[in-house]
């Protein structure tokens, strides 16, 4: 989803920075975005390397206009098999690596600019073995309340996109057969969401056609969780 964006906000004008863990993954990331674009290798969780990353765009451009903290991830455990090293591993990405993303990048950070963080539908629904996952996502609407109130004399708004379940690689990775089939059926078009669709909202919060919009949690989840 976040490189679908990257994607759109270069059409639309902007120089992205992105970040990814693995080299190989970041390189041909940097090769299908194909201009205006810095790749910066590092671990959203990891403070060093958002060091790294916000050193680097601070060299290569000086400021920020709109950061897009996407890096999460959610493995199912249903309440009795949930592990200390379950719970860490979500809230360590999901929770703490994306404040400690924001915090660092407001140094570098225009007034007038816009954050926004991937949250999930899960967030707001009751799905089955996600009770972890929902609850470290549910955090970022916590987080852009009270940010956007301490940074509302800089007019940064701050806002929280919640994907419904989307085709992307990472569906490949937590989800089996079935329970992407049973995702489906509870969209009312009976399709996951693509990138692209999410990303043609990335761009909108992005923009300042979403001037007034400001501490929402946006889903958008072609209705699922609406039903
Ligand atoms: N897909 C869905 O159905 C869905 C639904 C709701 C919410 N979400 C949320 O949407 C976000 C993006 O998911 P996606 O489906 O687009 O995933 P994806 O296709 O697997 O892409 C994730 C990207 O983020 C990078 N990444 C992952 N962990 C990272 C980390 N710790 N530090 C830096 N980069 C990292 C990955 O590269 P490396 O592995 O090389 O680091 C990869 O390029 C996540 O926050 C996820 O929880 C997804």
Avoid at 161 to 185: C, I, N, R, Y
């Amino acid at each position: 989803m976040a490189l679908a964006s990257a994607r759109r906000f270069v059409e639309e004008g902007a120089y992205v920075f992105i970040t990814s863990r693995r080299q190989e993954v970041l390189d041909e990331a940097v090769r299908l975005i194909g201009r205006n674009v810095t790749g910066v290798r590092g671990d959203a969780a990891n403070l060093d390397d958002l060091d790294r990353l916000f050193d680097t765009v601070r060299r290569e451009k000086g400021k920020i206009d709109v950061l897009y903290a996407s890096a999460g991830m959610g493995e199912a455990a249903p309440l009795g098999e949930i592990t200390e090293q379950h719970f860490d591993a979500a809230f360590n990405l999901n929770a703490r690596g994306t404040l400690f993303t924001v915090q660092k990048a407001l140094l570098l950070f225009n007034d007038g600019g816009s954050i926004f963080m991937t949250g999930s539908v899960a967030a707001i629904k009751g799905f089955p073995g996600y009770s972890v996952y929902a609850a470290s996502k549910a955090t970022l609407l916590a987080f852009a309340r009270g940010w956007l109130n301490e940074l509302k004399d800089r007019n940064i708004r701050v806002n929280v996109l919640h994907p419904g379940p989307t085709d992307t690689p990472m569906q490949d990775q937590v989800l089996t057969e079935e329970a992407k089939w049973m995702f489906e059926s509870v969209i009312p078009r009976g399709k996951m969401g693509r990138p692209e669709e999410i990303a043609a909202v990335a761009v909108f919060l992005a923009s300042d056609d979403s001037s007034f919009v400001n501490g929402v949690e946006l889903s958008v989840d072609g209705g699922l969780s609406a039903i």
